[in-house]
């Protein structure tokens, strides 16, 4: 199949990562699959001021294109039936904690995010900061090791010139800072077959490695490209 975009590093294909399958000739999986939750945005949006002003703080999903969800995310099928295609190779898988972990879940590390975060969508006063990093397939054990807190340095996730809005607008955008410190614990080719707005493909770009991405929406398959394109351009994506 022809990529949407491939440099030396990168190479990224438009379809269903069921059956563009390319990303499975890869050695370690990174990915930030449909969670399972059927997220829509409930009314306030962070990014957009005129959205906030429009908000429907009822919590019902609103109706225009933007706040259509994402693809997939009704289940967690889409992420088994590719996991089960990776098999028992390393696996980093962000998820929700608010669901059972994948299938062969051996570790659960956390994902911070930034300090604005969660603070629109708080259960007894808690806010929704934190989400699930499950690791799965065959990782070295043993004594020692980094904490499992992945914290992002990130100020805002949602602001106008948060990590969601200047990396393209996708509502589960993940900072750059803690793709590359997953991607610094593994070795050899990256895949992503959930790529999104591209943020796996970024990092490892960045940290010099070779990636393989399948993305279903063409609309972020474009943003992903240009920002690896942007990439090749001036050596790196903030």
């Known amino acids: 199949m022809t990529p949407y975009y491939e440099d030396d590093q990168v190479t990224l294909y438009h379809g269903d990562c069921l059956e563009v399958t390319a990303w499975l000739d890869a050695d370690v999986l990174v990915t930030d699959p449909p969670y399972g939750i059927a997220w829509t945005r409930n009314g306030i949006s962070r990014v957009s001021r005129s959205d906030r002003k ?3 703080y009822s919590r019902q999903a609103r109706s225009s294109p933007s ?7 009704a289940t967690t099928e889409a992420r088994d039936a590719a996991l089960t295609l990776w098999g028992s190779r390393p696996a980093f898988v962000f998820g929700s904690l608010l669901l059972a972990p994948p299938a062969g879940t051996k570790q659960v590390a956390i994902f911070g995010k930034a300090k604005d975060s969660g603070n629109l969508t708080s259960v007894g006063g808690i806010r929704r900061n934190v989400e699930a990093i ?6 070295p054990s043993g004594g020692g090791g980094r ?4 914290q992002t340095n990130a100020r805002a996730a949602g602001s106008p010139h948060g990590y969601a809005a200047t990396s393209g607008g996708h509502p589960h955008t993940k900072p750059q800072d803690v793709m590359q410190e997953l991607i610094t614990l593994t070795e050899g080719v990256v895949a992503d077959p ?11 770009k960045q940290l010099g490695r070779r990636a393989i991405g399948v993305e279903l929406e063409e609309k972020y398959c474009e943003i992903a490209a240009k920002r690896l394109a942007q990439d090749t351009l001036f050596g790196g994506v903030a």
């Open 54 to 56: 429009a908000g429907n």
């Open 67 to 73: 706040d259509a969800g994402i693809q997939n995310d």
């Open 134 to 139: 499950y690791l799965l397939g065959d990782h």
């Open 147 to 150: 904490s499992a807190i992945f």
């Open 194 to 204: 959930f790529a999104g707005s591209g943020s796996t493909l970024v990092a490892a």
